[in-house]
């Protein structure tokens, strides 16, 4: 059966979640402001139950709206595939395909092209809910689009290129739901299912992701709170300041956001403070790190230094750069 395209949320009205009605989970906030402010691609992972989707479905919230370049090139994807409701005010685009969705409804493709669920989620996200039952070739389909924002579709000696700039987001349970296990916190996930991850996940598709994040099982304490503080208007705020920050910061240069930045322009674009060049030398050492993931942390850094307002790159967002650049096996990356 030929793979359908899913609803997308679409409406701005309708992007209404709001991460002050998800109980707990801050680290995971955290890690989604830091993914929305810098345009990070981030994997959330934890058992069944822990609010995993909800969190990364409420990301809509803290994205800004579109600005004029960007409505018109959504506007003109959707018109393209007779997909534009023209009652309603365009609002991020949010893809969330099924995990039996085929290379060419995931990239673009088939007899007469057609856009994938990476260029309908251009502008916007890209959301892939248990990630690990999707096939290994639709995975690593993605790496050039994830590493060039376009994907580009040969047929008949012709070369098509799309658009797909997209934030992704994935969501697992590297635990079979029928498995039952005492619950031990991260440590509840080192066990034989982690051949699934690695399985799924090449060395050369994890590089491209920017941040994992566990999720935990809420405390007692936890579930008693009606309403978390830390909600989407102050999350918003922060991630729109961020932005503005990288607005001036790019300006009249190739780049748009601190995820874009890469290779040797990250020292001579980002201000480090001279005291983190022992941190990030022991970092480097100390781990299997690629040079792509190094830089990674670094951009990664500069985005948390954006959301707290910090001209230069200080230790402490070193620091908490690298925890979000641990994989499921507690090995930095």
Do not use: W
Request: charged share 30%; proline share 3%.
């Amino acid at each position: 059966m030929p793979y359908k395209l899913q609803d997308e949320v679409f409406d701005e009205e309708e992007q209404n979640l709001d991460y002050g009605n998800i109980i707990g989970q801050y680290s995971s906030k955290r890690a989604l402001e830091i993914a929305a402010a810098g345009n990070h691609n981030i994997l959330l992972y934890g058992e069944p139950g822990c609010g995993k989707t909800m969190l990364a479905k409420a990301l809509l919230s803290i994205l800004p709206p579109l600005n004029k370049k960007e409505l018109i090139e959504v506007a003109k994807i959707y018109s393209s595939v007779g997909n534009l409701n023209t009652g309603k005010k365009l609002g991020r685009p949010f893809r969330m395909p099924h995990h039996t969705v085929t290379k060419a409804g995931l990239v673009g493709g088939g007899r007469e092209i057609k856009p994938g669920e990476i260029t309908l989620a251009h502008n916007g996200v890209l959301f892939l809910d248990e990630i690990l039952e999707f096939k290994k070739e639709v995975l690593e389909s993605l790496r050039e689009p994830l590493e060039e924002k376009k994907i580009n579709i040969n047929r008949f000696n012709t070369t098509y290129t799309l658009p797909s700039d997209f934030l992704l987001v994935g969501a697992f349970n590297p635990v079979d739901n029928n498995e039952y296990q005492e619950y031990q916190g991260a440590d509840f996930y080192l066990n034989n299912n982690l051949s699934k991850y690695s399985k799924k996940f090449s060395n050369a598709l994890l590089d491209r992701m920017d941040i994992l994040n566990y999720v935990p099982r809420l405390t007692y304490d936890e579930i008693k709170k009606r309403k978390d503080s830390y909600d989407s208007k102050i999350m918003k705020e922060n991630v729109v300041r961020a932005r503005q920050i990288q607005d001036e910061r790019f300006k009249n240069t190739k780049y748009t956001f601190n995820s874009q930045v890469k290779g040797m322009d990250v020292f001579e674009v980002f201000k480090i403070h001279r005291k983190c060049t022992e941190v990030l030398k022991h970092y480097y050492d100390n781990s299997n790190i690629s040079l792509r993931g190094y830089v990674k942390t670094i951009d990664l850094a500069r985005t948390i230094a954006d959301i707290d307002n910090k001209r230069d790159i200080l230790e402490e967002h070193i620091i908490e750069a690298i925890s979000y650049r641990k994989n499921i096996n507690g090995e930095v990356i």
